[in-house]
């Protein structure tokens, strides 16, 4: 039995097409709500999915409390503004078929994704082929809990990938794509402050110089033209935000603290 699970928080404009999408391959559609204040666990209901609702704290607090609500033996994780596609979901149906009768069979599966940004499939800088832990075997993979952001999957077992890719309408405005990319800048330099590193002088020119080079020229960046170009520059912009963050916390009176924020996945 597969269970298709999506986690939300005011997903109505995405949650109906999302749920469409999984529907073909899923013994069970389950959303997993986040107390959403628009209509996401209502539509959810009436297109078929069973809706469980929980606080959010963090990423993988979150799925891993979905994995323990999913009625499967078998679970994919699906982000609301994700599609899969007929080809993807006739793998996972094959693939499924087949471990059932191998012993050995892998236990997590690396699942790539086609990320759409500002209206166009990025398949360099870094974005393609972006591969998730999204299809897990229930009691033999769980989230690392110390991972609150880009999650890791500790797995009891072979890991193996998939080929065909899910959809990801990622970022469709500037707007959007500076507000992610701001609450993951706060999470990792929160991380980075926990851990004890301080920047330096040279870290301000040389994290934002090194990230460009490495979205543009070592993973090809160039070869999105002038998407490519926008985002490497936007992700070493993001790397000097990312030191200037740590550099007030380290400067910050003692004792004060920052709430983390939840964010949604996609980067």
Known sequence: ML?????????????RSCLESARPFADELLVFDSHSNDDTADLASRAGARVAQREFDNYPAQRNAALDAAQGDWIFFLDADERVSAELAQEVTRVLL?????????????????????????????????YQPRLLRKGRARFDPGRLVHEL?????????????????NYETLAQFRSKQMAYTRFEAEVLFNRGVRPTAKSFVGQPAREFARRYFTLEGYKDGVHGLVLSLLMAYYALVR?????????????ATSPLVEIKKGR
């Open 3 to 15: 269970s298709v699970v999506v986690l939300t928080r005011n997903e109505s404009r995405h949650i």
């Open 98 to 130: 087949e471990t059932a009768a191998r012993a050995d069979a892998p236990v997590l599966y690396w699942v790539p994704r086609q990320n759409y940004i500002f209206g166009k499939w990025i398949r360099h800088s870094g974005w393609y082929p972006d």
């Open 153 to 169: 999957v500790l797995a009891d077992g072979r890991e193996s990938f998939l080929e065909q890719p899910l959809i990801h309408f």
């Open 243 to 255: 030191q200037r963050m740590l550099a007030a916390k380290w400067n910050a009176p003692r004792g």
